[in-house]
């Protein structure tokens, strides 16, 4: 019959002298390198509260386009900056500016909701330039940017 081995009291250690070439029992644990690096990091948050009417519209365009909320962004601002004639290459660093306040509060701002998006860099350039230039701030600019282009694609019957 075999001897049964007591249970090792858990209060107790069991020292191990340096040298010793058995494995240890917890190896380190690190963390995985990192072999590319993250894609999304050259893209800018850049947020505005929206009426329904003009989330209503880009959901719609959203529908018929095939296109992201980000892209609307994007061509809408790019579009409505080409109007303006905001050039589309701005000095670097620009992009990191802080985008003007609304000259006036929002009548109403319960009846607004936040729809923030990351633009391109050259995209968030343009869009503070395009606020300086209108004097406006980017909660009034980006919307009457979307708008045009909604406007612009339902008179070339693109959406």
């Given at each position: ?36 690096s993250l894609q999304w990091t050259d893209r800018i948050n850049t947020g505005a509260r929206l009426d329904e009417d003009t989330i209503a519209r880009m959901d ?100």
């Amino acid at each position: 019959m075999a001897r049964r081995r007591q249970p090792a009291d858990p209060r107790q250690v069991t020292f191990q002298p340096p040298g010793d070439d058995r494995a240890s029992l917890a190896g380190p644990r690190t963390r995985p390198s990192r072999r590319k690096s993250l894609q999304w990091t050259d893209r800018i948050n850049t947020g505005a509260r929206l009426d329904e009417d003009t989330i209503a519209r880009m959901d719609e365009v959203c529908e018929h386009t095939s296109l992201g909320v980000q892209d609307i962004w994007e061509s809408a601002i790019n579009y409505y900056c080409d109007q303006i004639g905001i050039p589309a290459e701005l000095p670097p660093g620009t992009e990191r500016e802080r985008i003007p306040r609304p000259s006036e509060p929002a009548a109403d701002p319960e009846s607004l909701t936040l729809i923030t998006v990351r633009l391109l860099p050259a995209t968030r350039a343009r869009l503070v330039a395009g606020c300086r230039q209108e004097g406006l701030g980017g909660q009034e600019f980006i919307p009457d940017a979307l708008n045009a282009w909604f406007d612009h694609l339902d008179q070339s019957g693109q959406s």
